[in-house]
Structures are given as structure tokens and as C-alpha cells.
């Protein structure tokens, strides 16, 4: 047997909407109330760090790299295909 709640025909699916639910004018006003937090960065800090290059920093082009492979073929062939990539990146392959 139906029970009650199933006797009533909804016509409209926003019927379904309560009394209770919030609506869009509700939300807008505690939106209202929001204040975004601004945090501030140490500039001094930022510029200091751009101004000068760190004394370990890696400029391709200029190291040499000596590559050796033990193996299989395959890490033959993975050897050959790193030594390409670093090549193109500027990194000089030596064969000592």
C-alpha cells in the first residue's frame, strides 16, 4: 500500500524546493561577509635571490659529459639515446 507522501503528483521538480532551503539571495549575502586574507611576500628576500645567480647553478654548454654504458644492446641503445639528448641540450660528450 502507497504510503502518503506518494499520494501527492508533482508537477514541477521545484516544487521539491522547502520553506528551509537557502536561497540564491541568502548565499549572496553571507558572500557579502567573505574578506580575502592578503598575505605580503618579503620583496627584499626575492630580489636579493635574482640578483644573484647561485654559485652551484649548471649552465649547459659548458660541462663536459663522459657517458659509459655496460650491458645489454638495450642499455647500448638507451646510452646512445641520452648522449643524443644531452647533446642537444647544449652538453659536450667526451670520450674520457
Not at 39 to 60: A, G, V
Not at 78 to 94: C, H, N, P, S, V
Request: charged share 30%.
Amino acid at each position: 500500500m502507497p504510503s502518503a507522501s506518494c499520494d501527492t503528483l508533482l508537477e514541477d521538480i521545484e516544487d521539491i524546493v522547502s520553506q528551509e532551503d537557502s536561497k540564491p539571495q541568502d548565499r549572496h549575502f553571507v558572500r557579502r561577509d567573505v574578506v580575502p586574507k592578503a598575505r605580503k611576500r618579503n620583496t627584499q628576500k626575492y630580489l636579493q635571490e635574482e640578483d644573484s645567480p647561485p654559485s652551484d647553478s649548471t649552465i649547459p654548454g659548458i660541462q663536459k659529459i663522459w657517458i659509459r654504458t655496460w650491458g645489454c644492446s638495450h642499455n647500448n641503445s638507451d646510452g646512445e639515446y641520452m648522449a643524443g639528448q644531452l647533446a642537444a641540450y647544449g652538453y659536450k660528450i667526451t670520450g674520457e
